[in-house]
């Protein structure tokens, strides 16, 4: 599975960008970002039909399973209409643009949902088996017939997310204040433990923030 060719994951992994730039107050990585997903992401433009494709079924939820297979089956017959050549061509431009203008290292960003974003991935290749199609496919229906609140997956490996979490604060340790990076550090580990962690630490920093508040009013 190459993800730089998943047109999910790399929309995912520019949106992580466009938030961690946010975060950070990099307000030129974040227009740089913005303006390559305005570019790229067109409404009716080949990648956001692309996109659609893959965005059906694993922003879906609730449905039953007879549904579930009505929606695969449509959205692989709208992805086989996509022209194969076209999409590959302006993802070739996309992933240059990405490398030459903003970061590499966007492909890295650390995507929660990546392992459905594969899956589905892989049941549109015309390569895969009908055999692995059949198995795709009922994985693919289990997730959608989830309730409409599911749970963070939970094969979200957690060594991979403090690997992740390691190379983002030594990327960004000279930039960053401590409480930033402890905040992004939150943030992306809450898709392992369900927003647990990231909820604590944010009702003591706002507790500590409100504390510090009311002391700088009450100095001359």
């Known amino acids: 599975h190459n993800k730089k060719r998943n047109t999910a994951f790399v929309y995912e992994a520019l949106v992580k960008e466009v938030t961690a730039a ?13 303006n390559v997903i305005k570019k790229y992401f067109k409404p009716n433009c080949i990648l956001s039909k692309d996109l659609d494709c893959y965005r059906s079924l694993y922003e ?33 431009q996309m992933i240059n643009d990405i490398n030459k203008e903003i970061d590499s ?5 650390f995507v929660p949902n990546y392992k459905t974003l594969a899956t589905i991935d892989q049941l549109f290749s015309v390569k895969t088996t009908p055999k692995d199609r059949i198995m795709l496919e009922n994985e693919i229906i289990q997730r959608m017939s989830a309730d409409d609140n599911p749970q963070t997956e939970q094969d979200i490996d957690h060594v991979v997310v ?25 943030y992306i580990s809450s898709f392992t433990d369900n927003s647990l962690e990231l909820k604590v630490y944010l009702n003591n920093e706002i507790a500590r923030l409100k504390e510090q508040l009311q002391k700088a009013k009450t100095v001359d």
Request: avoid cysteine; hydrophobic fraction near 30%; proline fraction near 1%.
């Open 60 to 92: 879906t939820r609730g449905l039953t399973e007879s549904d579930s297979r009505r929606l695969i089956e449509a959205a692989t017959i709208d992805k086989r209409m996509i022209d194969p050549t076209g999409l590959f061509k302006i993802q070739s």
């Open 105 to 109: 290292d966007i492909f890295n960003n």
């Open 22 to 34: 946010v975060l950070k107050g990099d307000h030129e990585q974040k227009h740089k970002v913005i």
């Open 162 to 186: 403090s690997e992740f979490i390691k190379k983002f604060n030594n990327k960004y340790s000279d930039d960053l204040l401590e409480e930033q990076k402890t905040l992004l550090s939150h």
